[in-house]
């Protein structure tokens, strides 16, 4: 069965300072994956998603994730935190075959003045 | 529609009462979930919808739950005699292929 781990639960960064959201996936065979935002009160918002290919992807408002099989990872980008980035980030991954998606449990970012 | 579309936004109940929660997926789109989302948790995966057959219905909590999907579009999820533990968010998606889910703002319930 297919897992995600978000490590942190909760980070903080200062407006225009870089960011890194972590993600580790375990899944047997070649994983979708995927990022989501989620603003206070709102649905969730599809970042990004790798298939295969470019294991750099890059994803709208300015965020990127790379690809590491060799780590299990899917970290999530972004060169300079905007404050309207504040928001809660989900991962997920999916199988090849089929829709279903797994998720992470979610990191909420804060973005500091 | 353009996108997924969920009613009511905000529904407050009362103990024991049944709610229904309905979802009105992207126009075309096959596959259609549900999920709920306690305050401050992730996402828990309720029941999944291919057509209008539900081949995974392994995450609803309990036989107070049930969904049905129709004409291969809208879904309704009813919850009967409603507990205080069902408050949360509940979150319709829908997809067509494995690209990734295309969610509707949600439910959120109350139940006092």
């Known amino acids: 069965a297919q897992s995600v781990t978000q490590p942190d639960i909760h980070i903080t960064v200062s407006e225009g300072a870089s960011l890194e959201l972590r993600c580790n996936y375990s899944y047997g065979a070649t994983p979708y994956l995927f990022w989501y935002v989620q603003s206070p009160g709102q649905g969730l918002q599809l970042l990004l998603k790798?298939?295969?290919?470019?294991?750099l992807v890059q994803g709208i408002k300015g965020f990127e994730a790379e690809f590491k099989r060799s780590q299990s990872s899917f970290n999530l980008r972004k060169p300079s935190v905007h404050w309207s980035d504040a928001a809660e980030y989900f991962c997920a991954v999916g199988a090849e075959a089929g829709n279903m998606l797994t998720f992470g449990g979610g990191t909420r970012l804060m973005v500091k003045p | 529609g353009a996108g997924v579309s969920q009613s009511p936004s905000n529904k407050v109940t009362e103990k024991g009462k049944d709610v229904e929660l309905r979802c009105d997926p992207i126009s075309g789109h096959t596959a259609l979930y549900w999920y709920r989302q306690s305050l401050g948790q992730g996402l828990e995966f309720l029941i999944y919808f291919q057509g209008n057959s539900a081949p995974d219905k392994s995450g609803l909590p309990s036989d107070r739950f049930s969904a049905e999907r129709t004409g291969g579009s809208v879904s309704t999820l009813t919850i009967q005699r409603t507990q205080q533990e069902d408050s949360a968010v509940y979150l319709c998606?829908?997809?067509?292929?494995?690209?990734?889910?295309?969610f509707g703002s949600g439910t959120r319930l109350t139940v006092v």
């Open positions: 998606a829908s997809s067509l292929g494995p690209s990734g889910y295309t």
């Open positions: 790798y298939f295969s290919g470019d294991t």
